[in-house]
């Protein structure tokens, strides 16, 4: 089993800034892909940001310029650093990871979604 926790979230005004970070703990032997969705109420679940093992990433249009992702991989741990948010980047965010167990098994994990909330 492997555990996700997400922490950073919170309320922030328009045009600031927050940090997410995700810390993966368990069953691993290694971790693929890393990346964080949103989920806006009434909304699908999107992408925001994703990063393999050996740093390449992947942005949503809509988050291109502000947000950035990295990873520890030493900590099993990614991170999203937000910054000029605005109203529409309000959402519960979640991290999510591809876990290769210490068997050679691979699974993908979700954290609980940690939640943001960008005042105007």
């Known amino acids: 089993q492997v555990q996700l926790v997400e922490s950073g979230g919170g309320l922030v005004q328009a045009g600031g800034s927050l940090r997410l970070s995700c810390a993966a703990s368990g069953n691993i032997f290694s971790i693929g892909d890393m990346g964080w969705y949103r989920q806006a109420p009434g909304k699908q679940r999107e992408l925001v940001a994703v990063s393999s093992s050996g740093g390449r990433t992947n942005y949503a249009y809509s988050v291109k310029g502000r947000f950035t992702i990295s990873r520890d991989n030493a900590k099993n741990t990614v991170y999203l650093q937000m910054n000029s948010l605005k109203p529409e980047d309000a959402a519960v965010y979640y991290c999510?990871?591809?876990?290769?167990?210490?068997?050679?098994?691979?699974?993908?994990?979700w954290g609980q979604g940690t939640q943001v909330t960008v005042s105007s």
């Open positions: 999510n990871a591809k876990v290769i167990s210490l068997i050679r098994l691979e699974y993908v994990y």
